[in-house]
């Protein structure tokens, strides 16, 4: 004799499969579809992301003069671009270290500040992130040519003038690159455990014996990331340089702007000065990286 309970519908009996969608049967068969109808959009815009690039830097090294190598980089005018290169940005980065950290420091402590003060400071570390690089060229040709407030006063009392000087190279690594060395330290003091800093203080150190001895260390990562970036970003800095100190041999004409230039007349030699820089860039990354930044590797 049949269950009361089981001829009662919906009750004693187990879940509907045979619909799709319905039941755990359907939604098993269904799922799998839908991921892969979701994937295929994606990896194929991650392709394409990819082949943007990577084909540029490969062309770059397939349609190099690698014969003519040798030769085209042992050219006296290399050389000078290459050491003018090096030397300007290792003092831009010396100089974005003294200066950034500081400013690091100060954007981490405005958080408590009003909302305007904070946002204007912000606003002005982050406006050479997204400025051209020229209108940056033609910022500090008018604030330090001859015509402009500070270049005035130079001329005036010290007679130096800074525009189209070596000095001028710098000035303009340093203000494309400072704003990636000071963000990566800002994320490294945000990041930090402020308890130590607590501590120190509490002990009777001072606010720069903290700053020194405890939160520099703790930071230390961040500092050296930013150094990385800094760098790299000087070493390629190409628009407001030729603006603001222009494309003398051996004073202001970097690799950057000397690739150009050879470009117009001789592009085997505008090809193996940009692989070049290519190489040196990776060259200092990766081993600035594995010395300083392990936490970073996969």
Do not use: N
């Given at each position: 004799m049949a269950s009361p309970v089981s001829d009662r519908p919906g009750i004693g009996r187990g879940p509907r499969?045979?619909?799709?969608?319905?039941?755990?049967?359907?939604?098993?068969?269904?799922?799998?579809?839908?991921?892969?109808?979701?994937?295929?959009?994606?990896?194929?815009?991650?392709?394409?992301?990819?082949?943007?690039?990577?084909?540029?830097?490969?062309?770059?090294?397939?349609?190099?003069?690698?014969?003519?190598?040798?030769?085209?980089?042992?050219?006296?005018?290399?050389?000078?671009?290459?050491?003018?290169?090096?030397?300007?940005?290792?003092?831009?980065?010396?100089?974005?270290?003294v200066l950034g950290v500081p400013l690091a420091a100060l954007l981490a402590r405005a958080a408590d500040w009003p909302t305007f003060p904070r946002r204007a400071l912000r606003a002005a570390v982050t406006v050479p992130l997204v400025l051209p690089p020229v209108v940056g060229g033609i910022a500090l040709l008018m604030l330090l040519g001859r015509r402009g407030p500070i270049g005035q006063l130079l001329e005036e009392w010290f007679g130096m003038t800074v525009p189209f000087t070596t000095g001028a190279v710098v000035i303009a690594q340093v203000f494309v690159s400072l704003p990636f060395l000071t963000f990566a330290v800002?994320?490294?003091?945000?990041?930090?455990?402020?308890?130590?800093?607590?501590?120190?203080?509490?002990?009777?150190?001072?606010?720069?014996?903290?700053?020194?001895?405890?939160?520099?260390?703790?930071?230390?990562?961040?500092?050296?990331?930013?150094?990385v970036l800094c760098f790299t970003r000087a070493l390629g800095e190409f628009g407001a340089t030729i603006t603001f100190a222009g494309s003398l041999p051996g004073v202001t004409r970097t690799?950057?702007?000397?690739?150009?230039?050879?470009?117009?007349?001789?592009?085997?030699?505008?090809?193996?000065?940009?692989?070049?820089?290519?190489?040196?860039?990776?060259?200092?990354?990766?081993?600035?990286?594995?010395?300083?930044?392990?936490?970073?590797r996969a």
């Amino acid at each position: 004799m049949a269950s009361p309970v089981s001829d009662r519908p919906g009750i004693g009996r187990g879940p509907r499969t045979g619909r799709a969608g319905r039941g755990p049967g359907g939604a098993g068969r269904r799922g799998p579809r839908v991921a892969g109808r979701l994937a295929w959009p994606v990896a194929v815009a991650a392709g394409i992301a990819l082949a943007v690039l990577v084909l540029p830097l490969a062309a770059l090294v397939v349609r190099a003069p690698w014969s003519d190598l040798p030769e085209l980089l042992a050219r006296e005018s290399v050389l000078q671009a290459l050491v003018l290169s090096f030397t300007t940005a290792s003092v831009a980065t010396a100089c974005c270290l003294v200066l950034g950290v500081p400013l690091a420091a100060l954007l981490a402590r405005a958080a408590d500040w009003p909302t305007f003060p904070r946002r204007a400071l912000r606003a002005a570390v982050t406006v050479p992130l997204v400025l051209p690089p020229v209108v940056g060229g033609i910022a500090l040709l008018m604030l330090l040519g001859r015509r402009g407030p500070i270049g005035q006063l130079l001329e005036e009392w010290f007679g130096m003038t800074v525009p189209f000087t070596t000095g001028a190279v710098v000035i303009a690594q340093v203000f494309v690159s400072l704003p990636f060395l000071t963000f990566a330290v800002e994320g490294a003091l945000r990041s930090a455990d402020r308890r130590t800093e607590l501590a120190a203080a509490t002990l009777g150190a001072s606010r720069w014996q903290v700053f020194r001895h405890v939160t520099l260390p703790l930071v230390a990562p961040g500092v050296a990331a930013g150094a990385v970036l800094c760098f790299t970003r000087a070493l390629g800095e190409f628009g407001a340089t030729i603006t603001f100190a222009g494309s003398l041999p051996g004073v202001t004409r970097t690799l950057p702007i000397a690739s150009y230039l050879a470009m117009q007349s001789d592009p085997d030699e505008a090809i193996a000065l940009a692989l070049l820089l290519l190489a040196v860039s990776v060259i200092v990354l990766l081993g600035l990286r594995d010395r300083w930044m392990p936490e970073v590797r996969a």
